[in-house]
């Protein structure tokens, strides 16, 4: 295709601005173009962080020598001829704006063959395109960046150090990277290489390569599609997200954007399997019609605009919910090879229950706790529940457990009718302080719906009707007391909402504690119950509520193993 100037009207229509602020940007522009030329192979090397050199090499197709002379001048491209074609471009570039910008703040030079064996070189400086020249090369280009703004001084001095503006310019190149599982890359710095990742079949390997298997270990596939768009890419497991150091990317049809909506929208798909605080690494590529979205509103793509915001955050969370699902409801613990040496994973992927128990054990539909499997429970350390599944051993510790059925109970009570509450034969009088008596009147009527009818009785002093009945062994003014306190404190202050803070601050208070002894129809119906929870191997802190030793690590350690 023929590089051409864009006509006036079209190029006042492309989101201006400035593209070439630190070598990162010269990178990021660079290895677009290589990839918009079909590359395979792309090479990043630089020299001092890039202030000193930036050159990207490619295999991609190259220009001929009358393209190359006019792909230096402004708004000068290939990719789009008309204002109609921004509607879905599909290439990273349709501006003309990256290649003279560039030659305009540093020693240029470009080096270019195409398959015809037309090969080039043409070098600017200051602007001034010297003639070209005939040399020998291999198809592909080569861009050579020197002295990145010697010319502009002022902005020469807002570079920073070399090891700030390397690590720039490998995150520019992980991101375009993510894009391309299929080529391969390549970044090194005064010789030395420092990104290297072979041309890979699948997002995943592409994820190991860059970040190592510990991560990519974490991550769950998502798949999903929803009317227009389509959501795939890869998620973290819950019981491994960490409040820092998380990787948030999102591509939309292809391209890298930042929009902090969408990740805030995954994290909600979430719901509450993470402790507030900690934040899940997520890659989310989103697919939807060219015309649903525009990508042309800021001048270095870096954000797009879509169409019906609201249903792409809907469909997000959705996505993200649905790609944890079956971690949480059936098998997903570690394959043996990673369980080697501990005897059962902590807080690990192992926080879900083996394929077909939730439903082959305890079938979600008529379940009787007294007539159904009898499978026996053990009670440990009154904290624990042991029991046998068929890959394994079960263990749930009690007070998540029952945390994770009362959460989900208050969720549902909140938003509907309210929970049955029992009325006290006798009235209990509490005192609060003053801070706490504010809490209560903040929360009185979420306080309602859960079962506490709350009233005003004198000075410090408040009269308890009814209370909620979560258990046989719960004690209402305990709960109460502690509940409020959290309130009053600001407990639980990363949950964003205020439903669910209030919902899991109860659900902790109210739920069985730990070191109280349980008769066996109690732990059934605690087990059955969570079973058929929608998320049933989390508490509401985002910690296991249950593990498992895989049967094939008994068979290990008692010498049975087969393999
Ligand atoms: N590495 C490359 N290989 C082949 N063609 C290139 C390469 N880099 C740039 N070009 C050509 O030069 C044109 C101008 O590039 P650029 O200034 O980055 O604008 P844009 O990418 O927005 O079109 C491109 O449209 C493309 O045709
Ligand atoms: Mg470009």
Not at 53 to 76: F, N, T, Y
Not at 160 to 184: K, M, N
Not at 297 to 306: D, G, I, N, S, W
Request: with cysteine; proline share 6%; hydrophobic share 40%.
């Amino acid at each position: 295709m023929r590089i051409r100037r864009l006509p006036d009207s079209l190029v006042n229509k492309i989101a201006a601005g400035e593209v070439v602020e630190r070598p990162a940007s010269v990178v990021k522009e660079l290895v677009e173009n290589a990839l918009d030329a079909g590359a395979q192979i792309v090479r990043v090397e630089l020299e001092d962080g890039g202030k000193i050199l930036i050159r990207v090499s490619d295999d991609g197709a190259g220009m001929d020598r009358e393209d190359v002379g006019v792909a230096l001048q402004r708004h000068a491209t290939s990719k789009i001829r008309a204002a109609a074609d921004l509607i879905g471009v599909a290439t990273f570039g349709f501006r003309g704006e990256a290649l003279p910008a560039i030659a305009s703040v540093s020693r240029f030079e470009i080096e270019t063959a195409t398959d015809d064996g037309d090969a080039t070189r043409l070098r600017v400086a200051g602007g001034k395109i010297d003639p070209a020249e005939d040399i020998a090369r291999q198809r592909g280009t080569t861009v050579t960046v020197r002295g990145l703004f010697y010319n502009t001084p002022a902005r020469r001095k807002f570079l920073r150090a070399t090891a700030t503006e390397t690590r720039a310019a490998i995150e520019a190149v992980t991101v375009l990277a993510l894009t391309r599982p299929d080529v391969g890359f390549s970044l090194s710095n005064d010789g030395r290489e420092l990104l290297g990742c072979p041309p890979a079949s699948r997002l995943i390997e592409r994820v190991r390569e860059l970040w190592g298997a510990e991560l990519a270990d974490t991550l769950l596939a998502v798949s999903h599609r929803a009317g227009p768009l389509e959501v795939s890419g890869l998620v973290q497991r819950p019981a491994q997200a960490r409040p820092a150091g998380r990787k948030g990317y999102v591509f939309v049809r292809g391209r890298p954007i930042r929009d902090p909506f969408i990740l805030r929208a995954a994290e909600a798909g979430y719901r509450s399997t993470i402790a507030p605080g900690d934040r899940p690494s997520l890659l989310l590529f989103l697919d939807l019609p060219g015309d649903a979205v525009d990508v042309n509103v800021h001048p270095a793509k870096l954000e797009a605009r879509f169409r019906d915001k609201f249903f792409v955050e809907k469909v997000v969370e959705e996505a993200v919910r649905e790609a944890l699902a079956p971690l949480e409801a059936s098998a997903s613990f570690a394959a043996p090879g990673q369980v080697s040496g501990m005897w059962f994973q902590g807080q690990t992927s192992l926080g879900s229950m083996p394929a077909g128990i939730p439903l082959e054990l305890f079938g979600r539909d008529a379940l009787t706790p007294d007539t159904r499997h009898q499978t026996p429970l053990l009670q440990v350390f009154n904290t624990y529940i042991l029991f046998q599944t068929d890959q394994g051993v079960a263990i749930v510790d009690q007070h998540s457990a029952h945390e994770r059925v009362l959460y989900e109970d208050v969720m549902r009570q909140l938003s509907g009718d309210g929970a049955p509450a029992q009325r006290l034969l006798l009235p209990l009088t509490l005192d609060f302080a003053p801070a706490e008596l504010d809490a209560i009147e903040a929360h009185r009527e979420l306080l309602e719906r859960v079962g506490f009818e709350i009233e005003p009785f004198s000075g410090r002093s408040i009269v308890v009707h009814t209370a909620p009945n979560p258990h046989p062994r719960f004690e209402a003014s305990r709960c109460l007391q502690e509940l409020v306190a959290d309130l009053a404190g600001g407990r639980f202050g990363g949950w964003q909402n205020r439903l669910e803070r209030f919902a899991a601050t109860y659900a902790c208070r109210a739920a069985i504690k730990a070191g109280q002894g349980l008769e066996s129809g109690e732990m059934r119906e605690l087990i059955v119950r969570l079973l058929t929870a929608t998320l049933p191997a989390h508490d509401v802190h985002g910690r296991p509520s249950m593990v498992q030793l895989p049967k094939e690590e008994l068979e290990r350690r008692f010498g049975r193993s087969t393999s």
